[in-house]
């Protein structure tokens, strides 16, 4: 199937990547070693899957880095919402995954340089997202696991990656201004109104421990705040994050990513 190369809005420049390379991987790798910097959107060259990174600098440090991972989510969200049927809803379960009709379908990243600039800003910071269209051979087949799903048993079998990386990235860049513009606090709005189970009790993993509680909310930095018994519980975006499935070894000792 041959589908056309997605076009980017003008502050993004393109960058079509090959199987077995991993847009994210490559961005990681190539803006480290000074190949790409900001604006850069790699995308994989396939039709099963978006998957796709970006290249920024923003200029923020420690705990705020992880803004743009939630960011990244809100933008993806509305931009599903902009092209899918009316009846499909997108979900967030924190701190990573996408959920569309309640089962996960994608996940983003984030990833930056360990190196920082005199405010401590990071060199580069990758943002990727990974989302299965229409999952192969290679992937669980589809009713076997009712809590993982793709966007074809979802209903939105006339999508293709191109209009859904196209969407993505106006979506991307919107939210960006609107971060620039307002700070953490429209992201943090939009992304409590999509959130899988918010006031709800749960039960989840967290840094290798079962914890289970009232999910509450998120403090002013993505945190979950959890309500224990009497107390509340601030678990870390750090600490919960899935450790990158790929060695980045060409940059290994020079970033962070999770």
């Given at each position: 199937m041959h589908l056309p190369d997605p076009t980017f809005p003008?502050?993004?420049?393109?960058?079509?990547?090959?199987?077995?390379?991993?847009?994210?991987?490559?961005?990681?790798?190539?803006?480290?070693?000074?190949?790409?910097?900001?604006?850069?959107f790699l995308w994989a060259k396939r039709a099963d899957r978006v998957d796709c990174a970006i290249?920024?600098?923003?200029?923020?440090?420690?705990?705020?880095?992880?803004?743009?991972?939630f960011t990244a989510m809100v933008a993806f969200g509305d931009a599903?919402?902009?092209?899918?049927?009316?009846?499909?809803a997108v979900t967030y379960l924190w701190p990573q995954t996408i959920r569309v009709n309640g089962a996960a379908a994608g996940t983003?990243?984030?990833?930056?340089?360990?190196?920082?600039?005199?405010?401590?800003?990071?060199?580069?910071?990758?943002?990727?997202?990974?989302c299965w269209i229409r999952r192969t051979h290679d992937a669980r087949d589809p009713g076997?696991?009712?809590?993982?799903?793709?966007?074809?048993?979802?209903?939105?079998?006339?999508?293709?990656?191109?209009?859904?990386?196209?969407?993505f990235a106006r979506h991307f860049l919107s939210w960006i201004d609107t971060w620039d513009?307002?700070?953490?606090?429209?992201?943090?709005?939009?992304?409590?109104g999509r959130a899988d189970r918010h006031k709800e009790h749960i039960a989840l993993d967290y840094a290798g421990k079962p914890v289970e509680g009232?999910?509450?909310?998120?403090?002013?930095?993505?945190?979950?705040l959890l309500k224990t018994?009497?107390?509340?519980?601030?678990?870390?975006?750090?600490?919960?994050?899935a450790p990158e499935e790929v060695l980045l070894a060409d940059v290994d000792g020079a970033m962070q990513t999770s």
């Open positions: 003008p502050l993004f420049t393109g960058h079509p990547v090959k199987a077995p390379d991993r847009p994210f991987k490559r961005a990681c790798r190539g803006a480290e070693a000074g190949a790409f910097g900001a604006g850069d290249v920024l600098e923003p200029e923020i440090s420690g705990a705020r880095l992880y803004e743009m991972l599903l919402g902009a092209i899918a049927p009316p009846e499909v983003v990243r984030i990833a930056w340089s360990a190196r920082g600039d005199e405010a401590g800003a990071p060199i580069w910071l990758v943002i990727g997202l990974d076997l696991n009712l809590d993982e799903t793709d966007l074809f048993e979802e209903g939105c079998g006339e999508l293709d990656r191109t209009q859904i990386i196209e969407s513009a307002d700070g953490f606090a429209a992201v943090h709005r939009d992304w409590l009232l999910f509450l909310g998120l403090d002013d930095a993505g945190n979950m018994g009497d107390s509340v519980a601030q678990l870390r975006v750090a600490e919960a994050l």
